[in-house]
C-alpha cells in the first residue's frame, strides 16, 4: 500500500526533529561531563568573571568622571584585589582559630559521648556495635583532623589565588574593548549581545542583593553568640556571611557547626537559643525573604534557584553551590535568551510578567462582574 506524499512528508519531518533534539542532547552531555573534569578551571574563570562585572561601573563611573583608562583599570583591579585579599585573610585566621578552639572542649565532648551512650543504650535499646559506630563521629580527633584539614586548605590556596588574581587582571584590561566589540556584533547578533547584557545586569543585581542579606544576617548572628558566649562567634559568623550565598542550603550549613559549639560552650540552653535563633531569624532572611527578593530580580524561580544549588555543586563542587545562580543565569542566556524562538520558555523558569498581567487582569475582570 503507498503511501500519501503528504504522510512521507510529515513522518520525515518529525524523524528530523527527534534526531536534532537527540543530537542536542547528546552534545549537552558531553559539555557537561567536559565541565566536570576540568572543574579546577571553569569555577575560578566563572568566579573572575562574576566580580570583574561587579566592578565594572566602578570603572564606568571613573571614566565619565575624566579618570584615565589605565588608573580606573588599575582602581578597579585593586578594588577585586582587596575583596579577596580579605576573605583569605579571614578564612585564615578563622581555621587557625577553629584548630585553637577544638582541643579546648576535650571534656565536654567525653561526657556528651557518655551522655549519648546512655541514651542509645538504655533508653533506646541500641546494640554496643551500633553505638561504637554512632560514636566514632562524636570524637575529637575526627574534629581535630576537619580543623587541621581546613587550616591546610587556608594555607594552601597560594596557586588558585594566583589564577583567579591574574584571570581578573587581564578580564579587567580586556574589558576595556568590551563595550566596543558588543556594539560591532550586535549588529549581527542583537540577540545574542542583549542576553549577555542582561545576564551582566542580574548578576550585578544578584551578588548585590546577596552581599547586603548576607551582612545582615552575619550581623545578627555575631550579636547572638556573642551574647550567648559561644567561642568563635566571628568564625561562624562569617561562615553565615559566606553561605548565604548559597540559596536555601546555606542556611543548614551555617547552622550545624554554631549549634555543636554552642552545645559544647554554653550546654543545652545556649544550644536551644542558638537553634531557635537561626531557626527563625535566619530561615526567615535566608529561606523566604531573600529568595523572594533574589528571584524577582534575577527572573529564576524558587525551584529552578534550589535545583541550580544541587546541580552546579555536583558538577564544579564548592565554589558552583557559590555561584549557581550566576551560572544559571549565564546558562539561561546562552540557551534561551539568545535564541528568540526560545522566547516561550521564559515563563517556565521564572520570567512570569506576561502571566502576571494576565492574571491581573483576569483577577480585575472577576471583581467588575
Given at each position: 500500500m503507498n503511501e500519501s506524499p503528504g504522510v512521507v512528508a510529515s513522518g520525515t519531518g518529525t524523524n528530523s526533529s527527534g534526531t536534532k533534539v537527540l543530537i542536542s542532547l547528546a552534545a549537552a552531555v558531553i559539555?557537561?561531563?567536559?565541565?566536570?573534569?576540568i572543574s579546577s578551571i571553569v569555577g575560578p574563570v566563572f568566579l573572575a568573571l562574576v566580580l570583574t562585572i561587579c566592578v565594572y561601573p566602578l570603572k564606568q563611573k571613573l571614566l565619565a568622571r575624566g579618570t584615565p583608562a589605565i588608573a580606573a583599570t588599575l582602581v578597579t583591579i585593586l578594588a577585586v584585589y582587596a575583596v579577596?585579599?580579605?576573605l583569605i585573610a579571614a578564612l585564615w585566621v578563622s581555621a587557625v582559630q577553629f584548630t585553637r578552639l577544638i582541643p579546648q572542649f576535650t571534656p565536654q565532648i567525653t561526657a556528651l559521648r557518655e551522655d549519648l551512650r546512655v541514651i542509645l543504650h538504655d533508653d533506646l535499646g541500641i546494640g554496643e556495635e551500633q553505638i561504637r559506630s554512632i560514636l566514632a563521629t562524636v570524637d575529637l580527633r575526627v574534629l581535630l583532623d576537619t580543623a587541621y584539614g581546613l587550616l591546610g586548605s587556608a594555607m594552601n590556596v597560594g596557586s588558585g589565588t594566583v589564577f583567579l588574581l591574574l584571570l581578573i587582571m587581564f578580564m579587567s584590561i580586556d574589558g576595556a574593548y568590551f563595550p566596543t566589540i558588543l556594539a560591532a556584533v550586535k549588529e549581527k547578533r542583537a540577540p545574542f549581545v542583549d542576553a549577555l547584557t542582561n545576564f551582566a545586569k542580574l548578576t550585578r543585581s544578584f551578588m548585590i542583593l546577596t552581599t547586603i542579606f548576607g551582612a545582615i544576617v552575619a550581623l545578627l548572628n555575631l550579636t547572638l553568640l556573642l551574647v550567648v558566649g559561644v567561642p568563635g562567634a566571628g568564625l561562624w559568623a562569617m561562615l553565615a556571611f559566606v553561605c548565604g550565598f548559597i540559596p536555601f542550603i546555606g542556611f543548614w550549613i551555617s547552622l550545624v557547626p554554631a549549634a555543636i559549639m554552642a552545645l559544647l560552650a554554653g550546654g543545652l540552653p545556649a544550644f536551644i537559643a542558638v537553634v531557635a535563633f537561626y531557626g527563625v531569624i535566619n530561615s526567615l532572611i535566608q529561606s523566604v525573604i531573600q529568595p523572594?527578593?533574589?528571584?524577582?530580580?534575577?527572573?529564576?524561580?524558587?525551584?529552578?534557584?534550589?535545583?541550580?544549588?544541587?546541580?552546579?555543586?555536583a558538577l564544579l563542587g564548592p565554589l558552583g553551590a557559590l555561584m549557581a545562580v550566576p551560572l544559571s543565569l549565564f546558562?539561561?542566556?546562552?540557551l534561551v535568551d539568545?535564541?528568540?524562538?526560545?522566547?516561550?520558555?521564559?515563563?517556565?523558569?521564572?520570567?512570569?510578567?506576561e502571566p502576571k498581567a494576565m492574571l491581573k487582569a483576569k483577577r480585575a475582570a472577576a471583581k467588575a462582574a
Open positions: 559539555v557537561l561531563f567536559g565541565l566536570g573534569r579577596i585579599g580579605a523572594k527578593f533574589v528571584a524577582g530580580s534575577v527572573n529564576l524561580n524558587m525551584t529552578l534557584t534550589f535545583l541550580s544549588v544541587i546541580f552546579w555543586s546558562a539561561r542566556a546562552i539568545a535564541h528568540p524562538g526560545s522566547a516561550w520558555l521564559r515563563p517556565f523558569i521564572g520570567d512570569v510578567t
